[in-house]
């Protein structure tokens, strides 16, 4: 059997990734693919239009770029895994781009016939080692948004566009088809899926707004918590505007997933909402999907307000958000709203805490750099000095930060202090995909530096050979910096605060924790070409940095492994 050029699933595929707007296909190749590779190929030879296919060598390199892509860009891209094998190796990858809010269309495959029908031999590894009871949208179901199999070559366009519709619309996050090699290498009508056009925009009604608005006017002492804001298309700029406006402070807790208000900001307010459980008459929670630890842990007196367009996320085990309020129009959409009502306040009570406000303020900018100046003066490497010298050398080009760092990450935001919208992002879903999403990240906005702050932990989890490749291969330049305790210092903490007399307290055997066997992590970026660095003075730490930067300003990935004292 011959396929008639341009009349199979593979091309079907291309038709829909093409209709539904993907500027990529992030591939990690499988034997499945070999239709789609036909089709690019004759797309490419005939000079018709189809998605940039990126050639990568392991699953969560395919889906962290897509993650990272989809952060900037947030419209959603294909991923195409291989088979079951290839899925489960992506999975945490995908769960990761479900708990970041990122659409994409991940696809992969599985046999129907196992050789046992006429025309194509699928190949017997299928029937040997490759399929799965249930088949691999059984598997993708409990981490993405919408799971099921396409059925027929003739339905396949749509289901792609459907997929990547389902995919951008609030929760917005990842979609997966398993597309059988058989509907791949049947024959196809030519009907294309209609181009997919962006979603439109929920609104939270003027009846819905004005008593909100009136909690606002009516409270002393509110605030707003929110972990991503910033994620929505225009999110940063309405929040800053609203909290202006209303002249209330803004609590980004640990748990936020991207840069949501300018940390230099003087109603930005830190990462806990510990000070106002107690004396907040009124908390705004935008977009934020677990605001209390333990969530039993409620305000003692706070009327609480949720503007979030889903705020009871599916795909979490467990929410507890104490609303006394919904306004679940688009978050942007609301938040400008409520700006829009912003008169008639009551000038003592903003007075009040605008000063309150100004005091915390102020003693947090004293605290950072009081921290500073001892990190300075520390023998060694302090990780505060390691973020306070990334954002003097940072300042003014625009950077955006990727964060895969677990002991660190709170002096990583409180001391680069990234103050502009899609500045920071902090990695999802567990660690190993840092590298990955930071690709994703530069490959959006090629113009901007980008900057991997990761521990030597996560950086030990994360492909780093694949990694590599894909940042030589499409030339994507970054700057990695590895805070390097040589120890897996979270699992070590939780040891000695489970058992803090117990024997391994006594003996001093800490088991799960030690790192200092593994070698000089830059070392492993220098097959690749790229600049490498070593660190183990404060002193050779910002002219490190800088050549660093430097190099990758030119063109070359640069790793500078900092062996930090704590």
């Known amino acids: ?140 179901q409990p981490f993405t948004k919408w799971s099921t199999e396409a059925a027929s070559v003739h339905t396949l366009p749509v289901m792609i566009t459907r997929a990547a519709e389902l995919a951008r619309r609030a929760p917005a996050g990842p979609a997966y088809l398993n597309i059988p090699l058989e509907i791949l290498l049947e024959e196809w009508d030519g009907r294309e899926a209609k181009p997919v056009v962006p979603p439109g925009s929920t609104h939270s009604s003027p009846e819905e707004v004005d008593p909100v608005a009136q909690l606002i006017r009516e409270a002393a002492n509110p605030v707003i918590v929110t972990e991503t804001a910033g994620r929505e298309a225009g999110g940063f700029e309405a929040l800053v505007a609203f909290a202006e406006a209303w002249n209330i402070p803004v609590v980004e807790p640990d748990s936020a997933v991207c840069g949501n208000f300018p940390r230099t900001h003087p109603l930005h307010a830190g990462s806990d909402i510990g000070p106002w459980m107690d004396t907040a008459d009124l908390i705004l929670l935008v977009n934020c999907r677990a605001p209390f630890y333990p969530p039993s842990r409620r305000p003692s007196k706070a009327k609480i307000v949720v503007i979030d367009e889903v705020p009871q996320r599916p795909h979490v085990v467990y929410q507890v958000l104490f609303a006394d309020r919904y306004l679940e129009g688009n978050v942007t959409n609301t938040l400008r709203q409520l700006t829009k009502r912003a008169k008639d306040l009551d000038e003592r009570a903003v007075e009040i805490r605008r000063a309150a406000q100004q005091e915390r303020h102020t003693a947090e900018q004293s605290a950072i750099a009081a921290a500073e100046a001892k990190a300075a ?119 000695r605060r489970f058992y803090p007399d117990g024997a391994a307290a006594e003996t001093g055997e800490w088991l799960g924790t030690d790192l200092h066997r593994l070698p000089r992590l830059a070392a492993f970026a220098e097959p690749f070409g790229m600049h490498t660095d070593t660190v183990d003075t404060s002193e050779a730490l910002a002219p490190a940095l800088e050549r660093a930067l430097k190099a990758v300003a030119e063109g070359t990935t640069a790793v500078v492994d900092v062996l930090v004292t704590r």
């Open 377 to 495: 003066e520390a023998r060694g490497v302090d990780p505060v000095l390691v973020a306070a010298t990334l954002r003097t050398l940072l300042h003014g080009q625009d950077a955006i930060v990727v964060d895969e760092t677990i002991t660190h990450s709170r002096v990583v935001k409180r001391h680069l202090r990234t103050a502009d919208p899609d500045s920071y992002f902090y990695v999802q879903g567990g660690l190993g995909q840092g590298i990955a999403v930071a690709l994703g990240v530069k490959l959006a906005a090629k113009e901007r530096p980008v900057v991997l702050t990761i521990g030597d932990g996560a950086f030990t989890y994360n492909p780093v050979i694949p990694s590599y490749d894909a940042s030589n291969a499409y030339e994507l330049p970054l700057l990695i910096v590895v805070f390097n305790n040589r120890v897996y210092k979270s699992m070590n903490l939780n040891h």
């Open 1 to 140: 059997m011959t396929n008639n050029p341009r009349t199979d699933g593979g091309d079907a595929v291309v038709s829909a990734f093409n209709a539904a707007g993907a500027d990529y296909v992030f591939c990690s190749s499988g034997s499945e693919w070999a239709p789609v590779w036909e089709a690019l190929a004759r797309r490419h030879r005939d000079g018709e239009p189809a998605p940039r296919y990126l050639d990568l060598t392991h699953e969560t390199v395919a889906v962290g770029m897509a993650t990272g892509y989809g952060l900037v860009e947030r419209r959603p891209q294909g991923v195409l895994l291989h088979a079951a094998p290839g899925l489960l190796q992506g999975s945490m990858a995908v769960h990761g781009a479900l708990l970041a809010g990122v659409p994409m269309v991940v696809a992969s495959s599985e046999s129907t016939t196992y050789g046992d029908a006429p025309g194509h031999d699928p190949g017997g590894q299928w029937y040997r080692n490759l399929s799965i009871v249930g088949g691999p949208h059984g598997i993708a």
